[in-house]
Nanobody, 114 residues
């Protein structure tokens, strides 16, 4: 079955860093662009970052540009989100998604607080 499993979330202080991982299985990972989304309590899910299937192209929401880096490893079937200079407003559940599909992970909680 198709699975996307996010990990790496946790509690971090403002200005700190976290690296999220999303392990994919059950589909041909390398043929899909991959996305990261996030959802804060009471808010809609919002786009964070995307990466093309060959790692050539990346795109970021304005709110995270210069702070977050998306990457992927097509051998490990994993997409990553390196999050630096974290702010309290980054607090959310972070989800990965295979582009143009309904493939979603269960999410991993990121909490940025002193």
């Amino acid at each position: 079955q198709v699975q996307l499993v996010e990990s790496g979330g946790g509690l971090v202080q403002p200005g700190g860093s976290l690296r999220l991982s999303c392990a994919a299985s059950g589909f041909t990972f390398s043929t899909y662009a991959m996305n990261w989304y996030r959802q804060a309590p009471g808010k809609e899910r919002e786009f964070v970052a995307s990466i093309s299937r060959t790692r050539v192209n990346t795109y970021y929401a304005d709110s995270v540009k210069g702070r977050f880096i998306i990457s992927r490893d097509n051998v490990k079937n994993t997409v990553y989100l390196q999050m630096n200079s974290l702010k309290p407003e980054d607090t959310a559940v972070y989800y990965c998604n295979a582009d143009t599909t309904y493939y979603w992970g269960q999410g991993t909680q990121v909490t940025v607080s002193s």
